[in-house]
């Protein structure tokens, strides 16, 4: 091998890197710069009063989320109630059961699901529960969030569940255990991370979720003490105060979107503790 065809190659191959590199820091510099400018505009808002008091009055000082934020965590309470046990039997079903042709066709659906924009879920719900209810609830919220993680959920757990080993289900068939106990006891069981990884994705979703909100929780600044009333959110409440005119409020939304994207963090942080042991092992 002559010296310059050697320096070439060797140039090529620093400058694949670096091209490799640069995109790899554009990739994450959108999240990192996110992150920046939340912790710049809203750490200084948040302190012991954003977390445990409500709303102040339209245009008075001070105040916090508490309501938005205990609403949050019941509107995702409502949305696994709903999304995960559907999702993960359609998983089931999709990986265990069923002919290939009838599989396929809820597979499509699936995927044409998870790509709705979340807005049309909102108007769907709107017209199938907050119309016949006469207005807007927390129930119709948590709904509209269990139906968007629905497809997501059963996907994943198809996924997850057709990685399992065959021979574990055909060891316990030859000893004489029913089908539906194998994948009780022994399919899903050992597909359980995944399974929970995929609700934990689903989860992290929707938590930001704003436009099927506006159409179905639609919001309040106290207490909602029923789910057939109007409830807050975190989502709603930073849409609502960062288009008003008040300086505070403007704070305070930055405050709520930083602790919103530390939600989200921490969940896929949960995710990547639940799957180390895979990656682990396929290194």
Same mark, same amino acid.
């Given at each position: 091998m002559?010296?310059?065809n050697?320096?070439?190659?060797?140039?090529?191959?620093?400058?694949?890197?670096?091209?490799a590199?640069?995109?790899?820091?554009l990739?994450?510099?959108?999240?990192?710069?996110v992150?920046?400018?939340?912790?710049?505009?809203?750490?200084?808002?948040?302190?012991?009063?954003?977390? *445990?008091? @409500?709303p102040?009055?339209v245009?008075?000082?001070g105040?916090?989320m /508490?309501n938005?934020?205990?609403? +949050?965590?019941? #509107?995702?309470?409502?949305?696994?109630?709903v999304?995960?046990?559907?999702g993960?039997?359609?998983?089931?079903?999709l990986?265990?059961?069923?002919?290939?042709k009838?599989?396929?066709?809820?597979?499509?659906?699936?995927?044409?699901?998870?790509?709705?924009?979340?807005?049309?879920?909102?108007?769907v719900?709107?017209?199938l529960?907050?119309?016949?209810?006469?207005?807007?609830?927390?129930?119709?919220?948590?709904?509209?969030?269990?139906?968007?993680?629905i497809?997501l959920?059963?996907?994943?757990?198809?996924?997850?569940?057709?990685?399992?080993?065959?021979g574990?289900?055909?060891?316990?068939?030859?000893?004489?255990?029913s089908?539906?106990?194998?994948?009780?006891q022994i399919?899903?069981? *050992?597909a @359980?991370k995944?399974?929970?990884?995929?609700v934990?994705l689903?989860? /992290?979703?929707?938590?930001g979720? +704003?436009?099927? #909100?506006?159409?179905?929780?639609?919001?309040n600044?106290g207490?909602a003490?029923?789910?057939?009333?109007?409830?807050?959110a975190?989502?709603?409440q930073?849409?609502?105060y960062a288009?008003?005119?008040y300086?505070?409020?403007?704070?305070q939304?930055w405050?709520g979107?930083?602790v919103l994207?530390?939600?989200?963090?921490?969940?896929?942080?949960?995710?990547?503790?639940?799957?180390?042991?895979r990656?682990?092992q396929k290194?």
């Open positions: 002559t010296a310059p050697h320096r070439w190659r060797k140039f090529k191959n620093a400058f694949m890197q670096t091209l590199l640069a995109c790899a820091i990739v994450v510099a959108p999240l990192l710069l992150f920046y400018h939340l912790v710049v505009e809203g750490f200084s808002s948040i302190n012991l009063a954003f977390f *445990t008091q @409500l102040k009055a245009g008075e000082k105040g916090g /508490a938005a934020i205990v609403g +949050t965590f019941i #509107l995702i309470g409502q949305a696994a109630l999304g995960v046990p559907i993960v039997l359609g998983g089931i079903y990986s265990e059961y069923g002919g290939s009838f599989n396929w066709w809820i597979r499509f659906a699936a995927d044409i699901l998870n790509g709705v924009p979340s807005i049309t879920w909102g108007v719900v709107y017209g529960m907050v119309i016949p209810m006469h207005g807007s609830s927390a129930l119709a919220g948590g709904v509209v969030l269990g139906l968007m993680m497809p959920v059963m996907r994943t757990t198809e996924e997850v569940l057709q990685l399992v080993p065959g574990y289900r055909e060891a316990a068939l030859a000893l004489g255990i089908k539906w106990r194998t994948i009780v399919v899903v069981r *050992t @359980l995944g399974i929970v990884t995929g934990l689903a989860t /992290a979703r929707i938590a979720e +704003t436009a099927p #909100l506006l159409f179905t929780a639609f919001g600044l207490w003490h029923k789910l057939t009333e109007p409830i807050a975190m989502p709603l930073i849409f609502n288009i008003s005119p300086d505070d409020w403007h704070r939304a405050a979107a930083l994207l530390l939600l989200v963090l921490f969940i896929n942080i949960g995710v990547r503790f639940l799957t180390r042991d990656f682990q290194s």
